[in-house]
């Protein structure tokens, strides 16, 4: 496995190559079956050649119109087998690769699922939606028509040549040494293709990522007026990938020339060969004829084949950028390791650091009790944040420990955290479907009346009620249209069912109005009560209504302690409250 600073892995061909032995394995009897057909399918086209030899042969001997007939009839019966058994192989083959694509389907959702969020941040949902989108659709294509082609063409291509070499060992010779330029082509191509289409592959996620992070955050980039550097940007990551498309066009323009005007010469060879054989009386002119007609025959799966290896060397970059997956740090997480002793949380030492930045945290030390309310300010960038997440489990710290009951948050699997620790931003998500379906994400088991009891804790019980069919109201791009504050409140409403008993607020009602906003904090500490709530407070009224306050400056926790004891205090929350009063710095 590969991988590009905080870019998903790549498999490596070795890794292809496994993968690919396993989905095989997984449905060993219908690639079985696929093989016997085009073996046979083979065999059956191999009686064209042979038959038609055989009647030259019979006419120049002299011999009667009826076995040229008989000849001539077993030779359309031959065809017709051939056609039939093509047929019913590829059929089988297709079969085959829309079961194996369903599994590589799966699996791709599956590992998508395992990424830890920091990966995918890092990552960018642009590559991870190139490779579930794109590069699978190209994995399918070759399961679907490029395998069962290749099975196909790869039998009829091998038992031509046997044919040749049956007829004369030396024909065969002359025919496979021909081939040689063929074969330096294709050693030439193969040296470069796989890290040209992965090059390809790279500069399309980053497209993708480019495009998604700009339509994504339209408003900022309208507020702050950089479309001319989002243009520029789209423009460099077009650049990167023209340039990268234009690299396999060439590979491509190299390599089919050569391979076009390399397949009229094991034919010439042969007829040159067999025409001097023919006239020292070594060969009769109807075996020359049947080895010229099997290599001329032979090119045509030949050139599918070659075709299919361009399509095999796309396709595998594809299939590589989509088994790197399995190679991504998953959550690792199972359930089965300790328990959490209580409900008490430990920040021990912690420090973190970005992979493209410097540190973040320095050193933080923090206890939060169990049924605490605590409140996190200070300025932007002072690393409030990042604590949240190492809190909630999304990052591990690069030093220290961050614990709840003893255990490490980050050693905790995904359904054991949820009922420990909820983290809820203001980054939010309405799926299409009900407004019901979109709650019960939280809480399969839950009933109406719970659903309906989350809704009016965060206030959003009133234009649910309103809408067409209440909870049955389908809600997304299909359906109604939700705006910020209402998706928010559906977001808060999912952490009420989830029930945790440690709910981390970073920014989570930054979308709603004051009035909105206060109305639906009060909600929820009303619901939580005897729960401990962490809240990232940008609202100083937050930390006014806290049991303790954290004042978080340049990555270091300055000060902690109750409102009152800090505004007498007269340090960093002093000011900060009264700034946010309006009341005057004092001297």
Same mark, same amino acid.
């Given at each position: ?16 190559r496994?993968? *690919?032995?396993r989905?095989v394995?997984? #449905?060993?009897?219908a ?5 016997l057909?085009n073996?046979?399918a083979?065999g059956a086209?191999l009686?064209?050649?042979w038959l038609?030899g055989?009647i030259? #042969? ?14 001539a009839?077993t ?10 058994l093509?047929r019913?192989a590829?059929?089988a083959?297709?079969? =085959?690769?829309?079961?194996t694509?369903a599994r590589?389907r799966?699996?791709?959702? #599956?590992?998508?699922?395992a ?12 590559d991870?939606?190139t ?10 294509t ?7 082609e290749?099975?196909v ?6 038992l031509?040549? *046997? ?11 002359v ?13 030439w ?10 090059a390809?592959?790279?500069a ?7 495009l998604?992070s ?20 789209s423009r460099d ?6 340039r ?10 190299? =390599?089919f ?9 094991p ?8 025409g ?16 010229a007609?099997?290599l ?5 799966p030949?050139?599918?084949i ?5 399509q095999?060397?796309?396709s595998?970059?594809s299939?590589a950028?989509v088994?790197?997956l399995? %190679?991504?740090?998953?959550?690792g997480?199972?359930?089965g390791?300790p328990?959490p002793?209580? $409900?008490?949380? $430990?920040?021990?030492g912690?420090?973190?650091?970005y ?19 605590l ?16 809190l909630?489990g999304v990052d591990?710290p690069?030093?220290g420990?961050?614990?709840?009951g003893g255990v ?9 955290l949820?009922?420990?620790v909820?983290l ?6 309405? =799926? ?15 009933t109406?009346?719970?659903?309906w009891?989350a809704?009016?804790a ?17 809600l997304?791009?299909? %359906?109604?249209?939700?705006d910020?504050?209402?998706?928010q409140?559906?977001a808060?409403?999912r952490v009420?069912?989830a ?5 981390i607020? #970073? ?5 709603? $109005?004051?009035?909105t ?7 929820l ?10 809240a990232i407070a940008?609202?100083l009224?937050?930390?006014h209504?806290?049991d303790r306050?954290?004042v978080?400056?340049? %990555? ?10 800090l505004v *007498?205090?007269?340090?960093a ?7 946010w009063h ?6």
């Open positions: 496995m590969t991988a590009d600073g905080g870019r998903l892995p790549v498999a490596g061909p070795a890794g292809v496994r993968a *690919a032995t989905l394995r997984a #449905d060993g009897w690639v079985a079956g696929v093989v057909l073996a046979v083979a086209g009686a064209g050649p038609l055989r030259i #042969d019979e006419v120049r001997g002299g011999r009667g119109v009826g076995e040229v007939d008989r000849l009839f030779l359309v019966l031959c065809a017709l087998a051939q056609l039939l093509v019913w590829r059929y083959g297709h079969r =085959f690769g829309e079961r694509l590589v799966e699996e791709f959702v #599956d590992r998508a699922l990424l830890p969020a920091s990966v995918v941040e890092r990552a960018g949902t642009g991870l939606t490779r579930g989108t794109a590069d699978v659709a190209a994995v399918g070759t399961l679907r028509d490029a395998g069962p290749l099975l063409c790869g039998a009829q291509a091998l031509t040549l *046997a044919a040749v070499f049956v007829i004369d060992p030396l024909l065969g010779a025919g496979v040494l021909a081939l040689t330029p063929i074969w330096c082509a294709l050693r191509y193969l040296r470069r293709a796989r890290s040209g289409y992965l390809q592959g790279a399309d996620s980053e497209v993708a990522e480019v998604a700009t339509a994504a955050g339209a408003r900022t980039v309208e507020a702050f007026r950089l479309q001319e550097r989002r243009t520029a940007a990551a077009l650049e990167t990938a023209r990268a498309r234009f690299h396999t066009l060439y590979l491509r323009t190299v =390599f020339p050569v391979v076009e005007t390399s397949y009229s010469l034919v010439a060879g042969v007829l040159l060969l067999g001097w054989l023919h006239g020292r009386g070594a060969l009769s002119l109807g075996a020359v004829v049947a080895a007609l099997y001329r025959q032979f090119t045509e030949l050139d599918q070659l075709v299919r290896v361009e095999l060397q796309s595998g970059a299939f950028r088994e790197g399995a %190679g991504a740090p998953a959550t997480r199972e359930d390791g328990a002793a209580d $409900d008490r949380i $430990d920040v021990t912690v420090r973190y650091a992979e493209r930045g410097g540190e973040v945290l320095r050193g933080v030390d923090l206890t939060v009790r169990p049924g605490e309310r409140a996190v300010v200070g300025p932007s960038g002072a690393g409030k944040t990042t604590l949240s997440r190492l909630a591990a690069s030093a420990r961050v614990t709840v490490p948050v980050a050693d905790l699997a995904p359904e054991t949820r009922r420990q909820v809820v931003t203001q980054e939010h998500h309405v =799926f299409i479907g009900t407004v019901r379906e979109n709650l019960l994400i939280a809480e399969p088991a839950a109406d009346d719970a659903v009891a809704l009016a965060v206030g959003a019980d009133g234009w649910v009620r309103e809408l067409p069919g209440g909870l049955d109201a389908v997304g791009l299909s %359906g109604r249209r939700t910020g504050s209402q998706a409140q559906l808060l409403a009420v069912l029930d945790p008993h440690t709910l607020l #970073d920014e989570a009602t930054a979308l709603l $109005d004051p009035t906003a206060r109305h639906t904090e009060r909600a500490a009303a619901v939580l009560r005897g729960r401990t709530v962490i940008h609202r009224h937050t930390a209504d806290a306050v954290a978080m400056e340049d %990555g270091r926790l300055t000060e902690l302690g109750a409102h009152e004891e *007498a205090a007269g340090g929350y002093a000011a900060l409250w009264r700034t309006g009341e005057p710095r004092r001297g």
